[in-house]
């Protein structure tokens, strides 16, 4: 069984219009002792349609799990993802919501979060994936350093997308 060491790096955009609309994109990457190195697995962009931001952020990340899971069904063990995205609502919703499970899925106040299904499945994702790890990278920065180029380049695949599709 082939082990696999991957990074991806996930990406929303919106239109600012009035009629919010969306997409987003993913690149997963081969881990080769912590650097990306230019080993590209897959990549894809996708509109969405109507939502916000945090509805683009939060389904790429979800979309770029599950072409992982595609991979544990064709017999790769995946050893370890490490998650890159410059979402504060997504890694602030993974790294410090936790509880929401614990509350129903419902906040410290006792509505129901925004996009409970999407956060559930999330949930579901990560725990079957088993070593997810998540964390920030700053948006649209100017270094040279594997991180920023591959956050630059899902941004700009997210919104080439977004731009193809409100002509």
Not at 12 to 33: F, K, M, N, P, W
Not at 40 to 54: P, R, T
Request: one cysteine or more; a positive charge.
């Amino acid at each position: 069984m082939n082990k696999l060491k991957l990074i991806i790096f996930t990406d929303g955009s919106t239109s600012g219009l009035e009629r919010q609309l969306c997409a987003g994109a993913y690149v997963i990457v081969y881990d080769r002792d912590g650097e990306c190195q230019n080993n590209i697995a897959f990549k894809e962009s996708k509109y969405y349609g109507a939502g916000n931001i945090s509805y683009a952020e939060l389904i790429t990340v979800i979309i770029s799990l599950k072409k992982l899971m595609t991979l544990k069904n064709y017999h790769y063990k995946i050893e370890s993802v490490k998650l890159y995205t410059d979402s504060e609502y997504v890694i602030h919703g993974v790294k410090k919501n936790i509880k929401w499970q614990e509350n129903n899925w419902t906040t410290s106040s006792g509505t129901e979060i925004p996009y409970k299904n999407m956060w559930i499945e999330l949930n579901t994702l990560m725990n079957h994936l088993k070593n997810v790890s998540i964390d920030k990278v700053k948006a649209h920065q100017k270094d040279s350093d594997f991180k920023t180029v591959y956050n630059n380049a899902v941004h700009k695949m997210a919104y080439k997308c977004l731009m193809a599709n409100l002509k």
